[in-house]
T-cell receptor
Framework: EAGVAQSPRYKIIEKRQSVAFWCNPI?????LYWYQQILGQGPKLLIQFQNNGVVDDSQLPKDRFSAERLKGVDSTLKIQPAKLEDSAVYLCASSLRLATYNEQFFGPGTRLTVL | KNEVEQSPQNLTAQEGEFITINCSYSVGISALHWLQQHPGGGIVSLFMLSSGKKKHGRLIATINIQEKHSSLHITASHPRDSAVYIC????????????FGTGTLLAVQP
Protein backbone atom coordinates (compact mmCIF):
# COMPACT_ATOMS: atom_id res chain seq x y z
CA GLU A 1 0.00 0.00 0.00
CA ALA A 2 1.46 3.35 -1.02
CA GLY A 3 1.93 5.86 1.77
CA VAL A 4 1.12 9.54 1.97
CA ALA A 5 2.97 11.42 -0.77
CA GLN A 6 4.14 15.01 -0.49
CA SER A 7 5.97 17.36 -2.82
CA PRO A 8 8.26 19.11 -2.96
CA ARG A 9 10.48 17.67 -0.24
CA TYR A 10 12.42 20.90 0.14
CA LYS A 11 11.71 24.51 -0.79
CA ILE A 12 13.70 27.70 -0.27
CA ILE A 13 12.03 31.05 -0.93
CA GLU A 14 12.48 34.67 0.01
CA LYS A 15 10.09 36.43 2.35
CA ARG A 16 7.00 37.87 0.70
CA GLN A 17 7.10 35.20 -2.01
CA SER A 18 4.37 32.60 -2.43
CA VAL A 19 4.70 28.84 -2.11
CA ALA A 20 2.44 25.82 -2.50
CA PHE A 21 2.71 22.28 -1.16
CA TRP A 22 0.94 19.20 -2.46
CA CYS A 23 -0.26 16.11 -0.64
CA ASN A 24 -1.75 12.87 -1.92
CA PRO A 25 -3.20 10.79 0.93
CA ILE A 26 -3.45 7.03 1.13
CA UNK A 27 -6.11 5.80 -1.26
CA UNK A 28 -9.50 5.65 0.36
CA UNK A 29 -8.60 7.83 3.34
CA UNK A 30 -11.35 10.35 3.93
CA UNK A 31 -9.58 12.51 6.49
CA LEU A 32 -6.56 14.66 5.64
CA TYR A 33 -4.49 16.82 7.96
CA TRP A 34 -1.87 19.53 7.43
CA TYR A 35 0.59 20.14 10.27
CA GLN A 36 3.32 22.74 10.77
CA GLN A 37 6.39 21.60 12.70
CA ILE A 38 8.82 24.34 13.69
CA LEU A 39 12.31 23.17 14.59
CA GLY A 40 12.44 21.87 18.15
CA GLN A 41 8.67 21.73 18.53
CA GLY A 42 5.97 19.14 18.03
CA PRO A 43 3.67 19.34 15.02
CA LYS A 44 0.78 21.81 15.19
CA LEU A 45 -2.46 21.13 13.32
CA LEU A 46 -3.16 23.77 10.67
CA ILE A 47 -6.23 22.32 8.99
CA GLN A 48 -8.21 19.10 8.89
CA PHE A 49 -10.45 17.95 6.03
CA GLN A 50 -13.12 15.31 5.98
CA ASN A 51 -13.49 14.50 2.27
CA ASN A 52 -13.59 17.99 0.71
CA GLY A 53 -15.02 19.77 3.75
CA VAL A 54 -13.06 21.60 6.45
CA VAL A 55 -13.45 20.09 9.95
CA ASP A 56 -10.99 22.26 11.88
CA ASP A 57 -8.97 25.27 10.69
CA SER A 58 -8.85 27.12 13.99
CA GLN A 59 -5.05 27.39 13.99
CA LEU A 60 -4.63 28.28 10.32
CA PRO A 61 -3.34 31.86 9.85
CA LYS A 62 -6.00 32.68 7.32
CA ASP A 63 -4.51 36.03 6.33
CA ARG A 64 -1.67 34.24 4.55
CA PHE A 65 -2.39 30.49 4.57
CA SER A 66 -5.00 28.70 2.49
CA ALA A 67 -5.71 25.05 1.77
CA GLU A 68 -8.08 23.16 -0.44
CA ARG A 69 -9.13 19.61 -1.16
CA LEU A 70 -11.51 20.18 -4.01
CA LYS A 71 -12.20 16.60 -5.09
CA GLY A 72 -11.78 15.06 -1.66
CA VAL A 73 -8.53 13.33 -2.60
CA ASP A 74 -5.29 15.29 -2.89
CA SER A 75 -4.77 18.67 -1.24
CA THR A 76 -2.70 21.81 -1.61
CA LEU A 77 -1.52 24.19 1.09
CA LYS A 78 -0.49 27.69 0.05
CA ILE A 79 1.34 30.48 1.83
CA GLN A 80 1.06 33.96 0.37
CA PRO A 81 3.07 36.00 1.27
CA ALA A 82 5.60 33.99 3.26
CA LYS A 83 7.26 35.31 6.42
CA LEU A 84 10.51 34.30 8.06
CA GLU A 85 8.60 32.57 10.88
CA ASP A 86 6.93 30.24 8.36
CA SER A 87 10.20 28.29 8.08
CA ALA A 88 9.20 24.82 9.20
CA VAL A 89 8.43 21.30 8.06
CA TYR A 90 4.90 20.96 6.70
CA LEU A 91 3.51 17.50 7.30
CA CYS A 92 0.51 15.96 5.65
CA ALA A 93 -1.29 13.00 7.26
CA SER A 94 -4.36 10.97 6.45
CA SER A 95 -6.65 8.58 8.23
CA LEU A 96 -9.37 6.28 7.05
CA ARG A 97 -12.12 8.33 8.65
CA LEU A 98 -12.82 10.74 11.45
CA ALA A 99 -13.58 8.12 14.10
CA THR A 100 -11.66 8.27 17.36
CA TYR A 101 -9.45 5.20 16.99
CA ASN A 102 -8.35 5.72 13.41
CA GLU A 103 -4.57 5.88 13.11
CA GLN A 104 -3.02 8.80 11.24
CA PHE A 105 -0.37 8.03 8.61
CA PHE A 106 2.18 10.75 7.93
CA GLY A 107 3.94 11.80 4.76
CA PRO A 108 7.68 12.63 4.62
CA GLY A 109 7.03 16.36 4.95
CA THR A 110 8.12 19.45 3.04
CA ARG A 111 10.92 21.45 4.61
CA LEU A 112 10.38 25.16 3.90
CA THR A 113 13.12 27.73 4.43
CA VAL A 114 12.15 31.40 4.15
CA LEU A 115 15.11 33.76 3.73
CA LYS B 1 2.07 25.30 30.03
CA ASN B 2 1.85 22.78 27.19
CA GLU B 3 -1.01 20.29 27.30
CA VAL B 4 1.48 17.49 26.57
CA GLU B 5 4.85 17.48 28.31
CA GLN B 6 7.71 15.11 27.58
CA SER B 7 10.88 14.37 29.51
CA PRO B 8 13.72 14.37 29.01
CA GLN B 9 14.03 16.71 26.03
CA ASN B 10 17.39 15.20 25.09
CA LEU B 11 18.79 11.80 25.97
CA THR B 12 22.14 10.21 25.18
CA ALA B 13 22.60 6.52 25.89
CA GLN B 14 25.17 3.81 25.30
CA GLU B 15 24.27 0.89 23.10
CA GLY B 16 22.51 -1.79 25.11
CA GLU B 17 21.11 0.50 27.78
CA PHE B 18 17.47 0.47 28.89
CA ILE B 19 15.79 3.76 27.95
CA THR B 20 12.67 5.42 29.35
CA ILE B 21 10.91 8.46 27.90
CA ASN B 22 8.03 9.99 29.85
CA CYS B 23 4.89 11.83 28.76
CA SER B 24 2.39 13.70 30.93
CA TYR B 25 -0.78 15.34 29.70
CA SER B 26 -3.40 17.60 31.19
CA VAL B 27 -6.43 17.13 28.92
CA GLY B 28 -9.02 14.42 28.63
CA ILE B 29 -8.02 11.94 26.01
CA SER B 30 -9.40 9.00 24.10
CA ALA B 31 -6.00 7.60 23.09
CA LEU B 32 -2.29 8.29 23.27
CA HIS B 33 0.26 7.79 20.50
CA TRP B 34 3.98 7.29 20.54
CA LEU B 35 5.61 8.36 17.28
CA GLN B 36 9.13 8.16 15.89
CA GLN B 37 10.68 10.79 13.65
CA HIS B 38 14.08 10.33 12.01
CA PRO B 39 16.04 13.40 10.82
CA GLY B 40 14.72 14.52 7.47
CA GLY B 41 12.08 11.83 7.55
CA GLY B 42 8.41 11.60 8.15
CA ILE B 43 6.68 10.38 11.28
CA VAL B 44 6.02 6.73 11.96
CA SER B 45 3.46 5.57 14.47
CA LEU B 46 4.88 3.16 17.07
CA PHE B 47 1.95 2.66 19.41
CA MET B 48 -1.60 3.79 19.95
CA LEU B 49 -2.96 2.94 23.39
CA SER B 50 -5.80 3.87 25.65
CA SER B 51 -5.03 1.64 28.63
CA GLY B 52 -2.48 -0.76 30.02
CA LYS B 53 0.61 -1.79 28.14
CA LYS B 54 1.69 -2.70 24.62
CA LYS B 55 4.88 -4.37 23.42
CA HIS B 56 6.42 -4.52 19.97
CA GLY B 57 9.86 -6.03 19.69
CA ARG B 58 12.19 -4.07 21.97
CA LEU B 59 9.66 -1.29 22.50
CA ILE B 60 7.18 -1.17 25.37
CA ALA B 61 4.56 1.52 25.96
CA THR B 62 2.51 1.94 29.12
CA ILE B 63 -0.23 4.33 30.11
CA ASN B 64 -1.82 5.25 33.43
CA ILE B 65 -5.08 7.05 32.67
CA GLN B 66 -5.71 8.08 36.29
CA GLU B 67 -2.29 9.72 36.58
CA LYS B 68 -2.38 11.06 32.99
CA HIS B 69 1.05 9.63 32.32
CA SER B 70 2.64 7.36 29.74
CA SER B 71 6.11 5.91 29.30
CA LEU B 72 7.97 4.53 26.30
CA HIS B 73 10.70 2.02 27.08
CA ILE B 74 13.40 0.75 24.74
CA THR B 75 15.25 -2.37 25.84
CA ALA B 76 18.73 -3.25 24.57
CA SER B 77 19.02 0.09 22.76
CA HIS B 78 20.82 0.28 19.42
CA PRO B 79 22.25 3.21 17.42
CA ARG B 80 19.46 2.76 14.86
CA ASP B 81 17.00 3.73 17.63
CA SER B 82 18.42 7.27 17.45
CA ALA B 83 15.52 9.52 16.52
CA VAL B 84 13.02 11.97 17.96
CA TYR B 85 10.25 10.26 19.92
CA ILE B 86 7.01 12.19 20.11
CA CYS B 87 4.07 11.67 22.43
CA UNK B 88 0.70 12.78 21.06
CA UNK B 89 -2.72 12.57 22.65
CA UNK B 90 -6.03 12.33 20.89
CA UNK B 91 -8.44 14.79 22.44
CA UNK B 92 -11.96 13.66 23.21
CA UNK B 93 -14.49 14.75 20.63
CA UNK B 94 -15.46 14.18 17.06
CA UNK B 95 -12.49 15.69 15.24
CA UNK B 96 -9.84 13.06 16.10
CA UNK B 97 -7.44 15.95 16.79
CA UNK B 98 -3.92 15.10 17.94
CA UNK B 99 -2.04 17.29 20.42
CA PHE B 100 1.71 16.75 20.23
CA GLY B 101 4.49 16.99 22.76
CA THR B 102 7.74 18.67 21.77
CA GLY B 103 9.57 15.38 21.39
CA THR B 104 12.58 13.70 22.97
CA LEU B 105 15.78 13.59 20.94
CA LEU B 106 17.46 10.24 21.58
CA ALA B 107 21.04 9.51 20.56
CA VAL B 108 22.32 5.99 21.13
CA GLN B 109 26.08 5.75 20.88
CA PRO B 110 27.88 2.54 19.87
Amino acid sequence: EAGVAQSPRYKIIEKRQSVAFWCNPISGHATLYWYQQILGQGPKLLIQFQNNGVVDDSQLPKDRFSAERLKGVDSTLKIQPAKLEDSAVYLCASSLRLATYNEQFFGPGTRLTVL
Amino acid sequence: KNEVEQSPQNLTAQEGEFITINCSYSVGISALHWLQQHPGGGIVSLFMLSSGKKKHGRLIATINIQEKHSSLHITASHPRDSAVYICAVRSRGATNKLIFGTGTLLAVQP
